[in-house]
């Protein structure tokens, strides 16, 4: 079977993108220039988790304010490290960079599914494997980011493949892993409303949001009952930087000269992706062959207030989203689906 399968063109162009993102990320990875002040803040909890302390430094708030999913998955790893060292900061660039080649596979395999062919899927894992902020950041141990982006990337492929039921449980573990994620999530499921069917449309939504809903407000119950005041003071963090407290977006004339300013540097620094791939997105709400392209395309063009909102904050905060948590359907709406010669094998979606 795996002789059959090595011969197939998909095969090769798979094997071929992770082999480029893998010396992109792994080569010199204990050489990067210097270490990010989250790369410390991640591997500390971690580490303190590792021994059963849910701290966050010593005078500080919990860490158990922050999504932990990431850090539970890497506590494990830093017990082999055995103490702080050179080779436990390793650890958790190798974990976010081998989280990285998951999400660089996931975005192949939809794109070939969506789109029909290992044309598109090739051109949207080489944009993955190798996008400058995507590499960047993994390599820097960013976790949280980096864990949301794969979870999400297979909530996108279980989309793509009607496995709705996989998909809610990858958008609820998204969730675990970044609190940010959620929005994406909701684009899917205003997505899956606009595209699907009858009242099978909202069957579907349901099924998408729901494991999102139940984690967020079972963190919620958690969090406030038993760390209500380091926790309350997050909360307040996250509503003052998403939303200034609840004012509505541009409410001045210097939050709307900023707003337009990020803009722009948003456009401008990165023109060869961002202009192309919105106009895409656009193109395939109205065009898409099917109702899974469509979702997608929608699914971006959903995004885009909360980007450009999030740019009043920081522009390198917005990047971190805009690659996380966009990037994945972004791609896939670049990979501009006109290519119909070389199909995958299977079904249709």
């Known amino acids: ?33 210097g270490i990010y002040t989250d790369e410390g803040c991640n591997l500390e909890l971690a580490w303190n988790l590792a021994r059963g302390e849910s701290r966050f430094e010593a005078l500080n708030f919990y860490w158990t304010t922050r999504a932990p999913l990431f850090y539970l998955a890497q506590a494990p790893l830093q ?31 939809t794109a070939g599914r969506l789109y029909r ?22 390599r820097f141990g960013f976790g949280d980011y980096v864990l949301a982006g794969v979870l999400l990337s297979w ?33 899917f499921t205003v997505a899956q409303v606009f595209h699907g069917e009858g009242w099978d449309r909202l069957r579907k939504a349901f099924t998408l949001i729901s494991p999102t809903l139940i ?3 079972t963190l919620l119950i958690i969090m406030v009952t038993r760390y209500g005041d380091s926790y309350a003071g997050e909360v307040f963090f ?20 900023e707003f337009f300013k990020n803009l722009a540097r948003f456009y401008v620094q990165a023109p060869f992706l961002t202009f192309p791939v919105t106009l895409t997105a656009g193109w395939l709400v109205f065009k898409g062959e099917t109702r899974q392209v469509k ?51 299977g079904k249709p979606a």
Do not use: H
């Not at 998909?10 to 220039?33: C, D």
């Not at 905060?317 to 990037?327: C, D, F, I």
């Open 1 to 33: 079977m795996w002789s059959t399968w090595l011969r197939k063109p998909e095969a090769f162009t798979l094997l071929g993108i992770l082999g480029l993102a893998v010396s992109l990320r792994f080569y010199g990875l204990a050489w990067n220039p």
């Open 155 to 187: 909530m996108g492929y279980m989309v793509s493949v009607n496995r709705l039921g996989w998909a809610s449980v990858l958008a609820g573990l998204a969730c675990l892993a970044n609190y940010y994620a959620v929005i994406p999530v909701l684009a």
């Open 215 to 217: 984690v967020f407000s």
């Open 295 to 345: 979702t997608f395309g929608l699914a971006f063009l959903l995004s885009q207030p909360l980007i450009l909102k999030l740019m009043v904050v920081t522009l390198d905060g917005t990047y971190k989203l805009a690659v996380y948590y966009w990037m994945f359907p972004l791609i896939l709406a670049g990979a501009v689906p006109k290519f119909k010669t070389c199909r995958f094998k």
């Open 79 to 109: 017990l082999l490290a055995g103490q702080p060292s050179l080779f436990s900061l390793l650890l958790q660039r190798g974990f976010t960079c081998g989280l990285g080649l998951l999400m660089v596979a996931a975005v192949y395999f």
């Open 117 to 138: 062919g290992w044309l598109p899927a090739f051109l949207a894992g080489l944009l993955m494997a190798g996008f400058l902020f995507e590499v960047q950041y993994e």
């Open 238 to 257: 996250m509503i003052r930087r998403t939303s200034n407290m609840g004012e509505p977006p541009l409410v001045n004339l210097q939050e709307a000269t």
